[in-house]
């Protein structure tokens, strides 16, 4: 192949993106420079974060917005396939913070992680459960919620990226797990698929309070939350005394300012002697490969199925993104650009 | 003295209450029965969160809401005069969520403390530095804050009975301590008369985010809160990485629900690695001893003052409780009722 196939930022969303905003194009295969590698992206991760990025003036000096017209950045894994690099030689495998592309240059500074060259996994799980995300659900249980067993622990976007992980994490901890999401498929896949005890459609809207009401009995002592608003006022009316909310920030660990907006009765912190703890993942880099090992452990004992929602081919990249916020995955969104 | 004047609720507040709100009546010395005793109150204490029972159908089934023409719910603090209780004698002191009366008839039941029957402090003491507020500004600061020398503690309505005692005991620990209080008198006053190394008046308005930047230079890494909304939503902004915000429920130890408008920047909390924790004072009930002795040390050392806004007289008890919410009191409001 000696084409370079990319996906151009066509024009700046409003509100949600939608597939015409992106554009795929097709380019000669860049050449490198001295300290420069080629990388071959087997896949691209889908993460809302970088919908930021994609405003007008967003950014800032170090991070800028995404130009029109430019390749979108994201957050790719790919495989070395030449290098004038002293570091990096083909077969090494790499993920970045790059772009929608098929190929993309790399100098090595692009916050690039490096992987085993014979990874124990799919090498999609390295965007997923073994990434920002899964390693978000990882810190923010182990370290911040610590749940007992028998405690709830409330999970919203139960079904995302990290909401899949985290309420796994948390049934192995001997956790009553709920989950919050969207539509009544969603909720059933919750139960069915990701293990929890319970799930609540947040779209019952004035019927949601009681509907979590009975999915917690016992009321609630974690809430691991990825939304903030609405949801978190009609939580915070059922923490028990010394619960834990933790704000996760696996989206924020690229920069991204997420409106979160205020409950009304964050009193209810002071009569249930409750906390909220915001957490970045990007700070516990140097545990990462610990508790790499330890997923890749539940994983192979069953406790831990990731769940992906995947498409194929770089034509795709555009649509997986607008999916996200759409609500149409379930689990980590990922596009497969090759057959490894 | 055969008669007992007692503040009666001669309307329900609307909004922020009102002298005509109460009416000082007299009636004969109440008679005792078999397990009762009879207070003569020293002093009556102002607490805001109060104002709640005075509502129609606030309250619960412990404790209701106040009556129309009953005398006002209250914290006293009074001495023993007569007794047909077994474990109460003429001469005990007793603070006790009873009445704003000049004598009151108790059972023991009454969410009554004993003190010393010779206080090594005046006795007003014990209703502010050495009551809920002051142990409540100690176990928040102690306990949640625990601020380091250098760093910047940050605390609202600085001048009131929580956040006078908070401000002293952040000193004591090094911190450069700022206050937020309303009217450019008050902020004289808590750097002259509290120690406070800088004083923000949070009436600016639209300059009140840069007046708090620059008493704050190096950021804020605590910030002890006594009223939430706007105000929290600007120290959000300004907070540093690990930042302790403690919520305060000195009032809260009473059972109030305050509201406490959600700031609409709670993502910060994420990107900052920052908590919020809120705490009641009274389940540390068992350490009420240790933590006055503690602070009796400091109080005669003269690290820490205790200011007091004391009117005289039981005429006066409702203007000194309107006094609060019309923020004319500086320190911890109290009512003497005698000479002792």
Redesign the interface.
Known sequence: MSRNRSVILAARPRGQPAPGDFRVVSAPLPAIADGEFLLRNHYVSLDAGFRNWMNEGSGDSVLPAMALGAPVMGLTLGEVVESRHADYVPGNLVMARLAWQEYSVANGHDFISRLPDQPPCPLSYYLGVLGDTGLSAYFGLTEIAAPQAGETVLISAAGGAVGSIAGQIAKRFGAHTVGIAGGPEKCRRLVTELGYAAAVDHRLGSEFATALREACPNGIDVYFDNV?GAVL?VVLNQINPGARIV???AV?SY?A????????????????????????TH?RVDRYDAARATLVEWIERGEIVPIEYRLDGIDNVGRAFCDLFAGRNFGKTVVKLTDR
């Open positions: 903030g006022e704000l996760c920030g924020a920069g300012q997420q409106p979160l907006p205020g409950p009304s009765n964050l009193f209810q912190l002071v009569t249930k002697q409750a906390a909220m703890h915001g957490f970045l700070t």
